[in-house]
Every structure is written in C-alpha cells, then in structure tokens.
C-alpha cells in the first residue's frame, strides 16, 4: 500500500514525454508546444497608429485649439514612403496605418472637428500617444511561447502572426481502454438480469479525449484467463493501458495476475486513498499501465487523481495538476484516519469567499452525486474531522455554472 501522495510521485516519476510531429495551427488547439519559439521579426514591425486620427508632430500643436493642413491620407495597409509632414502640417491616418516619417503623435477624430482639407485639434497633445512603437509587443528573436505551453486561442493568434503555420508540438498519445467483467454488456444492448451497461468505457474515452489523448477502445475481457490475455495483449500495444475493475482481491479479480504474466511489471497495488483503494500501476516497457477500480465513481475519481497527470505529463504539459484553491466548509466533515479521502462538493460564492457543501451520497456505486459536484476535496490522510467554518483544500471538477 502506497500512500496518495506517492502513487501521483511514483506515476509521474515513471511515464515518459511522447514524441513531436509538426502540425498545422489549425489543428494545433489543445496541443501542447514540444519546443520554444522564438519570434522571427518585430511585432509589430513598424509604428503604427492605434485610432482613426492624424498624425501630426508635437511641435505643431502646442496649445489648443490649434489648426493644421491636411497634406495626405493613410489608410491600413497604405505604405508611409513618400509621405512627408511639412511644419503645420498633418496626415489623416487610419488605425494600423504606418506612422509617416517625422510624425510623434496621433490624434483620434474625436478629439478633432474631423476635417479634410484642414482640421482643428481640439484637446492637448502628447508626445507618442496613440503610436503602437515597433517591437513594442515582442521584439524579433525573443522566446514568446515556451515548450509545454498548452496551445489556446491566444497562443494561436501570436503563432499566426508571426506566419508560423507549422508548430511544433508533442504526439497525442494513444490510450488502450479495457473494461473487464461478465457483467458488462456493451451500450446499444439492453441489459438482461444480472448485467450493466459497461458505462465505464465511455466515460474514461470522454476523460481521455478531455485529456487530449486519442482513445482506443479495446472491448470487455470476461472474467477467464484467455479472455483476458487476449484483450490486454491487445491493450499494451497502446502509448498508455487503463482497465477498469477486476483489480480488487475477489475470486474473479484476475487483470493483475494476466498482467503480470505478459510481461507488466507491477509498481503499486492498492493505494491509501477512499474512493480508489485497489488501484494499481504496472510498466510494460515504456507503457503505463493503469488498472482502475471497478465503480464508475472510483474510476472516475482514479482517473482524475493519477491517470489525468499522467497523460498531460506525457504530452510534456508543464503543469499536470489542478490549482488548488481554498473553500469554507458550510457543513461538517468526518473521515476515517490513515487515508486521503476524496469528497464530492458543490460550491458557492458569497461575499468573496467560496464555501462548499457535500453534493450528496458520497458512495461509489452514487454516480449522480459525481454529476452534480462542482469541486473535489482531497482530504489528508492524518485529519479525521472538520467542523462548519473549517478550510479545505479543492480544485474544480465538472460543470462550474451558476455559481456568480
Ligand atoms: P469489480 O471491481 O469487478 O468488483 O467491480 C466493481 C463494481 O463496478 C461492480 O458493481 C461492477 O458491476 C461495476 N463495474 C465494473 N465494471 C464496470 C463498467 N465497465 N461499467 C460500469 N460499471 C462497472
Ligand atoms: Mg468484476
């Protein structure tokens, strides 16, 4: 028996970073960079302007109101040359326009009677205002995004910019989903007397891809030798293996003797935690093996805690593990000592401060509790009862909404 905190080091001290491939930016979301880049020219190149304006010198407007001659006009995408301001002078000019030569300030319109041939500057003038400076945003050959920076939006717009439409990121790593059990029908079937659906299945792919991994989905092993050695051979040829059940120590529990026979070598079986005590972790060569408890809340909760670090560990995420924030407990808890347990809670926000009560039946086989929780509490071990008014520790799970 490991404890929590050791099963998460001993898993992220074992899993390795999967290899690179160049893709395209569009596909390139979620993805985690495998490399820094480096900005290959000034952002922005030149000065430009930042309102719909002129351009004018200081010199010339040095009190209000004042008038200047309009002697030309710059639109976005208009190049400077050839512009010149003579004293008294100034250029209308649109924003993103280049700054011509000679110009320190642009006046918005609204600061202006909006003239053509001449216009009157109608508020005070400041050197360099309304100029977007060149390299003001990243000067050319500084490192803008760093390796095992997740891809979003923001990232891909920078990247774009700078016309880089190849990026360099980590593989997606492929994850071997096994259910095990004679239970287990699969989804499309109505289950008969005795029989479940093998929800399980679904949910770790859903995790999974959440997880920015590709699922493979390998089936049901029945509870028998062959079966079993038939479908985990077939799991392991996967970046990464997950089972779920059959890792108990019940009669027909048999996934980590088969694993053990193809050739995994076990790390840890049964860790110090509520929900997810039998959880055990094998390597078969460079393959993480995960093998889950059987309860569709132990399995989720499992694969929150140590497979879903692992798998960002693997696409060289920088960070693998939630932010912790602090909650105020509107109700009181109490917890077995020895072992982390783990708490499904429902948030709210008052007067700046978060507080959190249970989200019901905090049972394994209890899925819609698991539904309805905002926020998951890892207790530790050594504390045995919290009263109303304590903090704890939580990180978000599921859906945040109506929570302002
Ligand atoms: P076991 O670890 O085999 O003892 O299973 C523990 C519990 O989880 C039992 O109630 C199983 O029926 C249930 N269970 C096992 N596998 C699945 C699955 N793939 N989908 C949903 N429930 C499951
Ligand atoms: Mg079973």
């Not at 320190?104 to 053509?116: H, R, S």
């Not at 109505?190 to 089936?219: D, K, M």
Request: with cysteine; aromatic share 6%; hydrophobic share 45%.
């Amino acid at each position: 028996m490991v404890s929590f905190e050791e099963a998460r080091s001993i898993i992220l001290d074992n899993v390795q970073t999967v290899g690179t491939e160049q893709i395209h930016l569009l596909e390139a979301t979620g993805r985690v960079l495998a490399g820094d880049v480096a900005a290959p020219w000034d952002m922005p190149l030149w000065d430009n302007s930042a309102m719909d304006g002129y351009a004018v010198r200081t010199v010339d407007c040095p009190a209000i109101p004042c008038r200047l001659r309009v002697s030309g006009f710059l639109p976005a995408g208009a190049k400077a040359d050839g512009i010149t301001v003579e004293p008294g002078c100034a250029v209308r000019i649109m924003t993103g326009a280049p700054i011509p030569d000679g110009c320190d300030a642009v006046i918005p319109v609204e600061e202006t009677d909006d003239g053509q041939q001449e216009v009157t500057v109608l508020e005070p003038v400041k050197q360099g205002q309304h100029i977007r400076f060149r390299a003001e945003d990243v000067a050319s050959g500084v490192v803008f995004v760093r390796r095992g920076t997740l891809i979003r939006p923001p990232e891909v717009n920078m990247l774009a910019g700078f016309g880089l439409a190849l990026v360099p990121v980590h593989r997606q790593p492929v994850v071997a989903i096994l259910s095990t059990g004679d239970e287990l029908v699969e989804l499309g079937r109505t289950p008969g007397p005795g029989e479940i659906i093998n929800s399980n299945t679904l949910s770790l792919a859903a995790a999974v891809r959440e997880a920015g991994c590709i699922p493979r989905i390998i089936g049901i092993a029945r509870d028998n030798r062959e079966s079993h050695l038939e479908k985990l051979r077939e799991g392991l040829k996967a970046d990464v293996l997950i089972t779920s059940a059959g890792v108990s120590a019940g009669d027909c529990d048999l996934v980590r003797d088969i694993l053990e026979e193809l050739g995994a070598k076990q790390v840890f079986w049964k860790v110090a935690v509520k929900p997810g005590g039998p959880t055990a972790f094998a390597m078969y060569g460079c393959v993480p093996v995960f093998s889950l408890p059987g309860n569709p809340v132990s399995t989720m909760i499992t694969f929150e805690e140590f497979v879903r670090p692992a798998l960002l560990r693997m696409q060289g995420h920088q960070r693998v593990l939630r932010p912790l924030f602090k909650v105020v407990l509107r109700e009181a808890l109490k917890k077995k000592p020895g072992k982390v347990q783990i708490v499904r809670l429902r948030l709210e926000k008052e007067g700046g401060r978060w507080y959190a009560t249970s989200a019901g039946n905090q049972q394994t086989a209890i899925l819609k509790t698991m539904v309805d929780a905002q926020a998951i509490a890892v207790l530790p071990a050594g504390s045995t009862h919290f009263r109303a008014g304590d903090e704890v520790d939580v990180h978000f799970y599921g859906n945040h909404i109506e929570m302002e």
